[in-house]
Every structure is written in structure tokens, then in C-alpha cells.
């Protein structure tokens, strides 16, 4: 017979009373990394993965791909104001291409751009990107489009119960050098927690963009299946030649 009081839950049995006590844990706390080597990643995508660019490769403001590892992924950008584009991918390339501040042949997400020519603005986003399965960790590069201002990027990392695990921010200046300046934004925990980030930015109206998302997913350890096989088995060959002898 189970009876149920606030926050108790009492479970009578034959010989013996179990009393399970029902306890808050606190939220798992991240940690901000600065570095992408810092990370410890075992997985990525590359957004080139979604498709061929040439030169873009406009995108739905939501959608669903996969990482290197398989890891599946659900990108969302929030739609503009009209005559703005849809999201693309693009790749950031010396004169006559589209010069950045990443790395020159990085492949850049890019929430979308006034349509207008000569004119400048764009989706400020944010870019929320959530996990099939929670992981311990995942960062990116990002800068802002059409401004040459000192801005302030963010990152903020949710459950998957949408508690807000942690918020940072890095100051942050685009320039068109090719020179790998952007600023890395990630996030790392101790346990599998991370379930969504969002990408965003200080500018109302410019074009938000990410390079390669680095993820640290957690390792799948062996089944038990697999572990009762191995050492079932191996106690099985020695009872046996215990046995023979």
C-alpha cells in the first residue's frame, strides 16, 4: 500500500516501513571557456554539412541536421522584419569574396541580411541551437555583420527542463582581416546537463554569425549486456577448467 503526503511518499511492505524523502538538487553550475582548444570537443559540424554553398546556402529560420558523430540538432532563428533574407551559410573568403573576421575558408552561419542593395542591417537573431541529448559542452566563434563597433557577445546555456544553467559575455570587435580574431564563446560542465544554447549580441540590427560548433558530448559507456558478457564469460571459462581439473 503506498500512501502519499507532501513531499513524502511512505511505502509499507511486510516486515518493514521505507519513508523516501522528496529533495530539490540544486542546478548543475557551467563554466565559460574562452578557447576552443580549451573545450575538450569530440564532435562537430561544419556548416558547410547543410548543404552546397555557392556562394550561399539559404536555410529555413529552423531547422534540423546532424553533427559529425551524429548528434542530432535543432537550429532556430527567429524571423525579421520583411526584406530581410533567410538565414545562410556562406564562406568567408579574400577580395572578391566576403572578408571576415574568422579564418579565411571558415564556413559561416549568418542569420540573414537586408536584401537591399547598398543598404546595410540585418536578423540580430539569436541563434538557438538545442541537442537530441544533453551534452557537457559546446562553444563557437561569433561576430557581427556590417559594423566595425566594439559590441558585446553572449551565450547562455539552458537544461532540459529549460533552466537557465549560466549566461556570459566577451567584448567583441568585427574587422574584414581574415585573421581568426573572432572571439570563441563556449560553455563546459562537469556533467552532461547542456541541453540548448543561445547565441546573441549586443546590436539590434546586424547579421549575427558562428563558424564550426566544437561539442564535448559524453563518451557511451558499454552496456551492461556487453559488460555481463565479457565477465560472465570469463568467469565461465575458468569454473570450467576449474571443473576439468
Request: net charge negative; proline share 8%; glycine share 8%.
Amino acid at each position: 500500500m503506498a500512501i502519499k503526503t507532501p513531499g513524502f511518499l511512505l511505502l509499507h511492505t511486510a516486515t518493514s516501513v521505507l519513508l523516501l524523502t522528496t529533495i530539490a538538487f540544486p542546478v548543475q553550475a557551467i563554466t565559460f571557456v574562452s578557447e576552443r582548444v580549451n573545450l575538450g570537443s569530440n564532435d562537430q559540424i561544419d556548416w558547410s554539412s547543410l548543404g552546397e554553398v555557392t556562394p550561399f546556402n539559404f536555410l529555413p529560420n529552423s531547422f534540423k541536421t546532424t553533427s559529425d558523430k551524429n548528434l542530432g540538432l535543432n537550429v532556430d532563428i527567429p524571423s525579421s522584419e520583411p526584406g530581410i533574407s533567410q538565414p545562410f551559410v556562406f564562406q568567408t573568403l579574400p577580395s572578391p569574396g566576403i572578408e571576415t573576421n574568422f579564418s579565411s575558408g571558415d564556413f559561416v552561419l549568418l542569420t540573414g541580411v537586408k536584401l537591399s542593395p547598398g543598404s546595410y542591417g540585418g536578423n540580430p537573431g539569436p541563434i538557438s541551437i538545442a541537442f537530441d541529448t544533453p551534452v557537457l559542452g559546446a562553444g563557437t566563434q561569433i561576430a557581427v555583420g556590417q559594423t566595425l563597433e566594439p559590441y558585446t557577445a553572449f551565450i547562455s546555456a539552458f537544461d532540459d527542463a529549460n533552466n537557465l544553467l549560466g549566461t556570459f559575455s566577451v567584448p567583441e570587435t568585427s574587422s574584414l582581416a581574415l585573421d581568426n580574431s573572432a572571439k570563441f564563446i563556449g560553455v563546459s560542465s562537469d556533467s552532461p546537463n547542456i541541453k540548448r544554447l543561445v547565441f546573441s549580441s549586443s546590436v539590434p540590427n546586424r547579421p549575427l554569425g558562428i563558424n564550426t560548433l566544437s561539442i564535448a558530448a559524453k563518451v557511451p559507456e558499454p552496456s551492461c549486456a556487453i559488460a555481463l558478457f565479457i565477465f560472465g564469460g570469463l568467469c565461465l571459462s575458468r569454473r570450467k577448467k576449474e571443473f576439468e581439473s
